[in-house]
């Protein structure tokens, strides 16, 4: 299953992953630790519970750009505009604000 880095602040904060039932969220534990560790949205209040859902979160959704910048990624980087997860993998490592989504590297690949 894929699965991304999900920074505030240039921070790592916590991880969102497909899972077999659909998508989870959760922080990680280093970043709650943090004496200034703020909330990524108001849908996903710090706390030591996963989140999750079977169909995409909205927040996570609300990442991926969308119009001509949408239309140029999915022709260039051939990704399904459904497949919600593959976009935000693919778009939003450098959002416009505080949080971004890198890819995690697939398992039993190197890191690059």
């Known amino acids: ?3 991304g880095t999900v920074y ?7 991880r969102i992953r497909e899972t077999d039932s659909g998508y989870e969220f959760r922080y990680f534990a280093e970043y709650l630790a943090l004496p ?3 909330a ?3 849908s996903f209040p710090l706390g030591t519970e996963a989140w ?3 169909s995409f979160f909205p927040f996570f959704d ?3 750009p969308e119009g001509w910048l949408l239309d140029i990624g999915v022709k260039n980087w051939k990704i399904d505009p459904r497949d919600r997860m593959g976009l935000l993998l693919a778009f939003c490592a450098d959002c416009v604000g505080a949080v971004g989504v890198r890819a995690d ?3 039993g690949q190197a890191d690059a």
């Not at 505030?8 to 916590?14: I, K, L, Q, T």
């Open 40 to 42: 990524i949205s108001f």
């Open 52 to 54: 999750t859902s079977q």
């Open 105 to 107: 590297p697939a398992e």
């Open 1 to 3: 299953m894929r699965s």
């Open 36 to 38: 200034d560790a703020t």
């Open 8 to 14: 505030y602040s240039d921070r790592p904060a916590g």
């Open 62 to 64: 609300g990442l991926i």
